[in-house]
């Protein structure tokens, strides 16, 4: 009986199989839940049959009007009461956005940027936003670098010339007033509560504080907010009040974006990054300025593929790879086997190196997109990949080396009850960013200007992504990961998916995607899955734990050295069907969180 529902599965057969699943499940059986709703959602729709099935190992969050999936369970709470309150996904996305800031305060912020993609039902139109940090007016090529060309350790990440000037402030406001419903006071004051009352510390917030505190207490007025008196650390179910955030926050609420980047604050801010010797003046903060962009297009098996462009190279190599990867049967090797392992590590290398050479802001250097996500080079690149055996990344040029790259970041998708849906990635690039904090504001800022190329082209690799194209200018954006991901199906909504996790948020997101659409796995399983990453340098296969030792000798055989490694990502996820919205929230990040009603 297992073996003819799995042919059936395969088939797709939804409907056959779930009157096969009725003569096994009882009908008061509930899924379990990979992060369980404090809530359950109440059913009044029978269930979808595929998600509740007996085959899966893990399922999904079920609602019927919209969903809310993110990184932090108080946060994924505030945009649901959003949701209910008649508020669209723009309006949660704000909320939630400013939320983070107060409850992970470890990528959640203010004082950073980000990426949303935001889905409007009524016109079928999707929107890409770029609130990205920018380099300071006072930046230069060789800024990190010391009189014999060396780059000089520790500026680029924990100096105040690591700041770049923030955006996640102008980015939320500007979703908020072009795409939004609700006033800025409605969606700010849950945040400004949470801080100025206190959130209950998680063992998760514990445990990075813990894990930060040498860092972060390098900085006196960080040490005085993260930690209590004498250095002390907060312990799980401590209270943390952050009374200079929720200060910062309510300037914003009254006074909206000019509250944060004209008057006291923005003041303080370059005061602050000034102090710490770095150069961002008042005058970049005043400057700052959003862009809307057209987002990168693609197509995999029939579904359609929106992401996000330049200064992203999510969207350009997402769309690269799952090109690459049409041309193989993957349903057939099997999901994770070592033909379907090698298969999408011989893809990755490729895309990763053509990421290494070509991509920067575009609008500062020609990004090649159309020939990088067309079909007829992805044909080309993978005329050269051997099934049997891997090609050696020193093979296939450039000749960048790619260093450490932070998976500090974080993602949350939202679909609201018309079909609007939001997919939002955001940073402060490091866990903590620079680890310093503007006095007197609470706002934590970033140290993204490491993710430029400090020295470009340099062999033994210096600069978090890539070559010439990703050179330090002034005003110019760092190249980033960050993939917000909408998928549609026939035309309608189908997929909002994105994740934190540096070089790994594109090979997780596809990963997630061909789970999906090769493996019909429900998204709570897709999202559970083990997942493999290449960059094409180093040549590894970075694996998660979860593969057999067979596979991994297979894949030995056919030369690929694999390393296992930390977990890689966290994806934030929701399926829109007929029979409504199926959350997952990564099981890999213990306070992640989807709620929906
Ligand atoms: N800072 C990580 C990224 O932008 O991808």
Redesign the pocket.
Known sequence: MHSLIRKINKKHNSAFTFLLMLCFIPPNVLATTVSAPINPPVTSQPLQPAIYSKMSIHHPVWAEHGMVATQEALATQIGLDILKQGGNAVDAAVAVGYALAVTLPRAGNLGGGGFMLVYLANSKKVIAIDYREKAPSGASRDMYLDQAGEVIPNLSTYHGLAVGTPGTVMGLEHARKHYGTLTREQLMAPSIKLAKEGIIVTADLANSLTAMQKRLSQWPETQRIFYKKEGINYQAGDLFIQTDLANTLTTISQQGEKGFYQGEIAQAIANSVQEAKGNMSIKDLQQYNVVEREAIKGSYRGVQIYSMPPPSSGGVHIVQILNMLENYDLTSMGHNSAQHIHTLAETMRRAYADRSLHLGDSDFVKVPVNTLTSKKYAKQLVAGINPDHATSSKDIQPDANLPY??DQ?THFSIIDQWGNAVSNTY?L?YSYGSGMVAKGTGVLLNN?MD?FSAKPGHPNGYGLIGGEANAIAPNKRPL???SPTIVLKDEQLFMVTGTPG?SR?ISSTLQLISNVIDFNMNIADATAATRIHHQWLPDTIRIESGLSLDTIRLLEAKGHELQLKQTMGSTQSIIKQKSGFYGASDPRTPSSLSLGY
Do not use: A, F, R
């Open positions: 790259e932070s970041t940073t690039n993204e993710d980033s990961s960050m540096g948020i």
